[in-house]
């Protein structure tokens, strides 16, 4: 287009970093030079640098990723699975700087899923990234979270019968398609969850109510140990430099001091198959009143006034599919 040659370019690239993400595509397809300019890494990197990246919720579905927007309340499909990719009960979903991550660890004797699956968000192409080197035999669960420098660190968890617990953990490095085995854990997992709190990667065992720490630094694991026996937990993150746990009816925050789970919220209705996630200054929860009904969407502000504690979302415009997998925060 004509015009565009009468705008200098350090202008139209100032122009481009702030349209919105939901609006880049059609920019793109409508304008080449725009294309090449916002399909770089770099167009992320100064987006982020200026403060003009907007979060969204990515939700993972059967057969594809969509980003809804609780702002605006509306769930746009992004991108249907790649054939031969379908979800499973532990498919897990990572948001690493402008990608999409899907990981499947599962490794039994039936089948070897150990895939990796990148979605990227500025040139909306998948890309099947390395197999994990699995140092055990067999598995048939994992936790993972990411870390602020771009890697995903996992933990094995949940063995098959016969098979004693694994302490078995790896970190994929995206940006690089690599994976770095890590020592084994002082002790096996079963259910589990993690998160990585100032430098470091967290694994809560659920099942033993314990708590392993490793430093990437040292590449040493440490134990934390007796927190809370008893609770069974379903979401745990780290949130506004806080601890958080969640059952079908509490809410708690873990006291690093007293090396306990306090309850601080005791909820009027169980949460059927709560998924979370933080999103900007709240926790964002997904759930159903009951194991049949439609989702339900709640925010949720630890601390803040009973009033601004709880908001409920409106269910998204067309959000029609109730077999959500998992979801994440994405910002782009």
Wanted: proline share 6%; net charge neutral; with cysteine.
């Amino acid at each position: 287009m004509d015009f565009l040659q009468e705008i200098p370019e350090e202008t139209f690239r100032d122009i481009l970093l702030r349209v919105p993400y939901k609006s880049q595509s059609k920019i793109k397809q409508l304008l080449e030079p725009a294309k090449e300019i916002m399909e770089c890494s770099q167009f992320y990197q100064d987006r982020a640098k200026f403060g003009l990246l907007k979060q969204y919720i990515c939700v993972l579905k059967p057969g594809s990723i969509s980003i809804y927007d609780p702002i605006d309340q509306t769930c746009v499909q992004i991108a249907p699975l790649p054939k031969g990719f379908q979800t499973s009960p532990s498919t897990q979903t990572v948001s690493v700087n402008h990608k999409i991550v899907l990981l499947w660890l599962e490794h039994n004797h039936d089948s070897d899923s150990r895939r990796i699956l990148i979605y990227d968000l500025l040139t909306s192409t998948w890309k099947q990234g390395a197999k994990m080197p699995t140092p055990t035999s067999y598995f048939t669960s994992f936790t993972c979270c990411p870390s602020p420098q771009g890697s995903i660190y996992i933990a094995e968890g949940e063995p098959m019968y016969g098979i004693d617990k694994l302490r078995g953990a790896a970190v994929y490095k995206v940006d690089k398609d690599m994976w770095e085995l890590l020592p084994k854990m002082q002790e096996g997992i079963r259910m589990s969850k993690s998160v990585f709190i100032e430098g470091m990667f967290y694994v809560i065992d659920l099942s033993n109510h314990r708590i392993q720490r490793f430093n990437p630094n040292t590449k040493v694991w440490t134990t934390i140990e007796n927190i809370s026996e008893g609770v069974e937990y379903v979401n745990v993150l780290y949130a506004f430099g806080r601890l958080i746990a969640t059952t079908l009816s509490k809410i708690y925050e873990y006291d690093w001091e007293e090396n306990v789970w306090k309850e601080l919220e005791t909820l009027a209705q169980h949460l059927w198959f709560a998924h979370a996630t933080v999103w900007c200054d709240r926790i964002f929860f997904m759930r159903r009143n009951n194991l049949s009904g439609p989702p339900v969407f709640y925010m949720y502000k630890p601390g803040a006034a009973l009033s601004d504690r709880w908001i409920s979302v409106a269910k998204p415009k067309k959000f029609k599919e109730n077999k959500v997998k998992c979801i994440t925060t994405i910002e782009i």
